[in-house]
């Protein structure tokens, strides 16, 4: 880590805030969390997501703009945990002299919605100031919520910004998500984690310079973030309140292990080692290991992980790595779903378990991700050509004229329901993309799917 430390400038540190007031009136609370605390007012202060604020960059076009008159667009920032995705969102208050109200997903209710809406509304009319919405974790809010943010934002009642971890194309309702830019944020790299924690370390309302940090406690602070910004701070900051009990200023490795061990730097329903357990999940699944799913089931359950989100994993794992192997997979994981969504917690987390036993136990195949994915890369790669003449559709007049539908051989009128006929566009004929695999029932789809396979293709004695 020492080339790294030696590419880390020190910094004065800027002014901070903890809220709009904060910023306004240069008030800073101390006793806040040092992530709060260490929250940029300026764009050139946020750490990473050049992709974004750099110069002719979306984000400073947006900002650079927000002082101007005129309608500013609603934005979507969509990014895994620690990325800046608040930070951003107060910026764009700040810049625009703007009115900044937060809402957080997880609390909020339609009636919280409207009343901060109307309040925008009376300060757009009466003062002719702008209010910036913040919602956190957006995609939990319903529909019906999605829905009353709508009225808000095509009017320009308030500019939107909602922050998310999950991909907005299947949480955010298609009419909001039409009117907003959506911007995709990224996991900081480990140089803009370093500079982060030597900011902190530098500023007045961080840790004043009293400590210094070698090289291994950086190295583990770097590694522990995985590219989250709040994770690295927290950890700084529980390694400097051990390091404070020792009475010595230098913060180092053994500090920073003991600080992660008792100051609740883990896993939580905001996102820390959120990819760490979902990951050891999906691979205790995919290892026949129920015991240990189970495990990470029950992290992720006291923890308050969305159980939507631990559903949709179990639907997608039994096709993934079940599939055809035991069909039922698919079924129990839906039915989980559908107990989420029915009863909800905590006696959806019965569901949540069986779902996750059977899936865990079930026979193993990946035979159709890897069939549905050969098939998309062929399409992808151009690999297409015309439907054959006898498949298309011959149900408008003029259409046997062409050809369409003349020869096609209905499969009913012969011996089981099968016959020799082509159906994969000339340039596909005999590609195969579905190949079973032995293990559970798919052993016997693939004798039937074999034999299906050589009549189709006029090889029946084969």
């Known amino acids: 880590m020492a080339a790294l430390t030696g590419r880390v400038a020190r910094w004065p540190g800027p002014a901070l805030f903890t809220n709009m007031d904060d910023l306004f009136s240069g008030h800073l609370e101390q006793a806040a969390p040092l992530a709060v605390r260490m929250r940029p007012v300026g764009l050139s202060d946020v750490a990473g997501q050049t992709h974004l604020t750099g110069p002719g960059m979306p984000l400073a076009r947006l900002l650079a703009e927000a002082g101007q008159p005129g309608r500013q667009p609603s934005v979507i920032l969509w990014g895994p945990p620690g990325t800046g995705k608040t930070t951003l969102a107060m910026l764009a208050a700040r810049v625009g002299g703007r009115r900044f109200e937060q809402l957080s997903a997880v609390t909020a209710g339609v009636k919280e919605v409207r009343d901060v809406i109307d309040t925008a509304r009376d300060q757009l009319a009466l003062q002719q100031r702008g209010t910036v919405l ?3 974790e957006v995609h939990r809010f319903s529909k019906a919520q999605q829905d009353a943010l709508l009225p808000a934002v095509e009017n320009g009642w308030v500019t939107l910004v909602a922050a998310t971890t999950e991909n907005p ?3 955010v309702i298609a009419p909001l998500l039409s009117r907003s830019l959506v911007l995709t944020l990224k996991p900081l790299e480990d140089h803009d984690i370093a500079v982060v924690v030597q900011r902190a370390i530098d500023s007045e309302v961080g840790l004043n310079r009293d400590y210094t940090v070698d090289d291994e406690a950086l190295e583990q602070i770097i590694t522990y973030a995985a590219g989250d910004a709040r994770r690295a701070l927290t950890a700084l900051e529980a390694a400097a309140a051990v390091a404070n009990e020792s009475q010595v200023n230098v913060i180092t490795g053994d500090h920073v292990a003991a600080g992660a061990s008792h100051k609740g730097v883990r896993y939580d329903k905001d996102g820390d080692q ?3 357990v979902i990951s050891g999940f999906i691979k205790s699944l995919r290892g026949s290991d129920a ?9 992720m359950i006291v923890a308050g992980e969305d159980p939507r989100f631990i559903a949709r994993r179990l639907i997608v794992h039994a096709s993934e790595d079940v599939g055809m192997a035991d069909p039922t997979a698919l079924r129990v994981a839906v039915a989980a779903a559908n107990t989420v969504q029915l009863i ?6 019965i569901a949540l378990a069986q779902a996750t036993i059977h899936i865990a136990l079930a026979p193993k195949s990946n035979a ?3 069939a549905i994915d050969s098939a998309i890369a062929d399409v992808q790669n151009g690999r297409i050509g015309e439907v054959p003449a006898h498949l298309r559709d011959a149900h408008y007049p003029g259409a046997k004229a062409l050809g369409h539908g003349v020869g096609y051989r209905y499969p009913h009128d012969f011996p089981g329901s099968v016959v020799a006929q082509e159906y994969l566009p000339e340039v596909l004929v005999d590609k195969v993309y579905y190949q079973p695999g032995e293990n559970g029932i798919e052993a016997r789809y693939a004798e039937a799917h074999e034999r299906a396979r050589r009549i189709v293709r006029g090889h029946p004695n084969d």
């Open 344 to 349: 909800g917690m905590p006696e959806a987390r």
């Open 134 to 136: 913040f919602v956190d």
């Open 291 to 299: 015991d240990a799913a189970l495990h990470y089931l029950a992290r």
């Open 169 to 171: 194309s299947f949480s």
């Open 274 to 276: 959120h990819y760490d």
């Open 368 to 370: 159709v991700i890897v």
